[in-house]
């Protein structure tokens, strides 16, 4: 007999035999059982979990001779024939391959046959996604009203790719992913029908990387039997397939945990070696963290640690907690994506390597917000002290800094280079009256060490209060009466330069100042700048009456441009063109201008002697 692949020889031939799709199952069962068939069906799901099975355990179990029934006999001609995909009645259509309107046309023409020798002529087809817009505007009419002997099955993995209108005219069922310990359950299964042993763990490697579809299953079980010799083990699937390993990963980790850099990398290029693709290797380690993580959960389960929980680095559990697993997680998973555009992967996967080697002293955000909160604790219990020890806060100061009456100043990180102190005469008359105070810190020392910082920034703060104090006294300015008009919009603009930078740009693009009648005119290039001159207009009136000891207004007037004054100088034809043409004159030089006043004059002329011939022809 010829060889069967097991994804074959084990599909379901009832609705019994349907695993982790309990409710379709039990939904059809009752269906066919109450005679509530429906004309149209859209099976939706994942590969390899049993959609067209189901499809063809409909028909056998609505054309089967001794049915409708639930349950197929598997003994009549209809079963047989649907079975070894021969039946007349029962067609399968492959909606990849036949995607144009023809193809449903030619549907529609066969539907008005009835069937040749079952109950139901039975239309599967699978991709059904596949189909083209028009193909599926021709389906309509015929699943809405098909002839009472006609069902149709779709089945589809893309469902979001299949137009309402089909949907809506169908029953839908979707079916569900395989968990790990099913698809585990009939792999044991099929090993024992071929009368081959296989450990657990192998098992659960091959049902985590089936990742729930019972048809990839088979077909790496079928693989792994090819070069197991009737006995499948974990080592055997490690070795021929290429996979990384649970105990070389241990020892990778632990490396790490050391913080063994050189260790860690000479372990890594000897995996790498062995012929293990990146790929596989930054797969294989992700998988590996992700147990690691799950074990630090509190989660030993073997179905979701794919391996027994005593085959992990003990070492590597416990000195990794929960936020390193996480951070060392991420950054494989990172790795792996950036591998797809690294120009060299090998280079990525060591310096991930070398980055988990320091995972250990890796700080959490949790970490300095709780650090931070702690500082704060501390530091508001010690100003709690100080506010019930006020005397004792300027002699602590002078007791930890006894060389402050020598310095004229202090200096702190926090203020800027150009900040100064009082004169040393205010600092030594302030230490005096500190010292006159009583010194309460030297009966209680914990309370001068645990407010030094509190009192050194006060004091500080009163300096600055004083610094700020002369800053926004008002300046005295010597007034110049004797500078001329121009030299005055220079010291305007040198005396707003720092105040006030706007308006002191705005004055450097003014020009000829003049006086007239106590008003100060000058012009500027733009109405915009003259609106802003009209808003600071008081403050350069005060800076005026500052410097040149006199009271004047300023009138800022628009500068005309020289484009302006050519534009009014145009020659009459050049107007009357830009008048038709609705035209623009960008510039005229002088040259330019005679020439087109003498050539207007001499057209005007020709026209002239033209028309006065004109008119003696006519006459003649």
């Known amino acids: 007999m010829a060889y069967e692949v097991t994804a074959t020889r084990r599909r379901p031939q009832r609705f019994d035999d349907l695993v982790g799709q309990e409710f379709v199952a039990a939904t059809l069962k009752n269906a066919i059982q109450s005679g509530k068939i429906a004309h149209a069906y859209l099976f939706s799901g994942p590969r390899g979990c049993g959609k067209t ?3 063809r355990i409909l028909a056998k179990a609505l054309n089967c001779q001794n049915g409708p029934s639930a349950t197929p006999c598997e003994k009549c001609t209809a079963c047989k024939e649907i079975t070894k995909g021969s039946s007349l009645d029962v067609i399968e259509i492959d909606g990849a391959s036949n995607t144009s309107v023809n193809d449903i046309r030619q549907i529609k023409d066969e539907v008005l046959f009835p069937p040749n020798s079952s109950r139901y002529k039975i239309y599967i087809i699978d991709e059904v996604h596949m189909l083209s817009t028009s193909a599926f505007n021709a389906l309509l009419k015929t699943i809405e009203e098909p002839p009472e002997y006609v069902i149709f099955i779709f089945a589809t993995t893309e469902l979001h790719k299949v137009p309402a209108t089909i949907k809506s ?18 792999l044991a299964k099929a090993s024992s029908e071929l009368g081959i042993q296989a450990d657990d763990e192998a098992l659960f490697w091959i049902a985590r990387e089936a990742t729930g579809s019972f048809r990839d299953a088979y077909t790496l079980f079928d693989q792994v039997v090819a070069f197991s010799d009737n006995h499948i083990t ?21 490396f790490c945990v050391d913080g063994n850099s050189k260790l860690a990398l000479e372990k890594l290029d000897e995996i790498t070696a062995n012929g293990v693709s990146i790929e596989q290797f930054v797969s294989n380690y992700a998988d590996y963290l992700r147990s690691l993580l799950l074990i630090e959960s509190g989660i030993t389960k073997e179905s979701l640690l794919g391996q027994n929980v005593e085959r992990y680095s003990k070492k590597v559990i416990s000195s990794w907690n929960k936020v390193m697993l996480e951070r060392a997680l991420s ?5 792996f994506r950036d591998i797809r555009y690294s120009v060299s992967p090998r280079y990525e996967l060591e310096l991930a390597i070398s980055r988990l080697c320091w995972l250990t002293s890796y700080v959490s955000v949790t970490e300095v917000k709780t650090a931070i909160d702690q500082a704060k604790a501390l530091l508001l219990q010690g100003q709690n002290l100080i506010q019930q020890n006020p005397g004792s806060q300027n002699s602590s100061l002078i007791q930890e800094n006894p ?9 702190h ?10 004169e040393s005469n205010s600092v030594t008359a302030e230490q005096n009256h500190f010292q006159s105070e009583p010194n309460f810190s030297q009966q209680n020392p914990s309370i001068s060490e645990s407010s030094s910082f509190q009192q050194f920034h006060q004091v500080e703060e009163n300096q600055q209060e004083e610094q700020k104090i002369e800053i926004h006294q ?12 121009e030299e005055l919009r220079n010291e305007i603009i040198k005396e707003v330069e720092l105040s006030n930078p706007l308006l002191s740009s705005i004055l450097i693009q003014t020009s000829n100042w003049i006086l007239k009648d106590n008003t100060i005119q000058f012009e500027v290039e733009s109405l915009f700048l003259k609106h802003q001159l009209d808003n600071f207009k008081q403050d350069i009136i005060e800076n005026i009456k500052n410097i040149w000891g006199r009271q004047v207004t300023i009138a800022p007037v628009l500068k005309v441009s020289q484009e302006e004054k050519i534009q009014e100088e145009y020659p009459e034809v050049i107007q009357i063109l830009c008048s038709d043409f609705k035209g623009e004159v960008i510039s005229v030089s002088k040259v330019q201008k005679n020439n087109i006043e003498q050539n207007f004059n001499k057209n005007q002329e020709n026209t002239i002697e033209e028309r006065h011939e004109e008119v003696e022809n006519n006459e003649f």
């Open 53 to 55: 099975s189901s499809a």
């Open 169 to 186: 005219r169908c029953q839908q069922f979707h079916f569900r992913l395989g968990t790990v310990d099913q698809i585990k359950e009939v």
């Open 234 to 254: 974990y080592e055997k699937i490690r070795d021929k397939l290429g996979l990384v390993g649970v105990e070389r990963l241990n020892e990778l980790s632990e």
């Open 331 to 335: 950054l494989m998973l990172q790795l």
């Open 403 to 411: 060389n402050m009456q020598k310095k004229e100043g202090f200096s």
């Open 413 to 422: 990180p926090f203020f800027n280079s150009g900040y100064q102190q009082e």
């Open 474 to 485: 008002p300046k005295v300015i010597e007034a110049k009466p004797h500078l001329t008009v």
